[in-house]
């Protein structure tokens, strides 16, 4: 019913930034919180940051001050926008969403994720 589809990564230098965005498509009543996590090779998943339908916002400790989580409601939309990328920041990112369909019931939903690599 529900389809999430991500897009704006790429391969980047220590210090570049990327945008990815994250479009939410489908039976869609209203979505709650948005949400990005990510995961390297061997590692867990791991969020990176969150985002309430309020417009509240929380961070990875790892990546506090340098990404920046934002949403576009009119679009179904989530965007992470990454500052001084490091190589450590290397990992596929995933889009989570929580969305309330017509009968409000409440599913988590995630994209196909996307690949970042940051180069030394």
């Known amino acids: 019913q529900v389809q999430l589809v991500e897009s704006g990564g790429g391969l980047v230098q220590a210090g570049g930034s990327l945008r990815l965005s994250c479009a939410a498509s489908g039976s869609i009543f209203s979505i709650n919180a948005m949400g990005w996590y990510r995961q390297a090779p061997g590692k867990q998943r791991e969020l990176v940051a969150v985002?309430?339908?309020?417009?509240?916002?929380n961070y990875a400790d790892s990546v506090e001050g340098r990404f920046t989580i934002s949403r576009d409601n009119a679009k179904n939309t989530a965007y992470l926008q990454m500052y001084s990328l490091k190589p450590e920041d290397t990992a596929v990112y995933y889009c989570n969403a929580n969305i309330r369909n017509r009968w409000f019931s409440e599913y988590d939903y995630w994209g196909q994720g996307t690949q970042v690599t940051v180069s030394s």
């Open positions: 985002i309430t339908s309020s417009g509240s916002t």
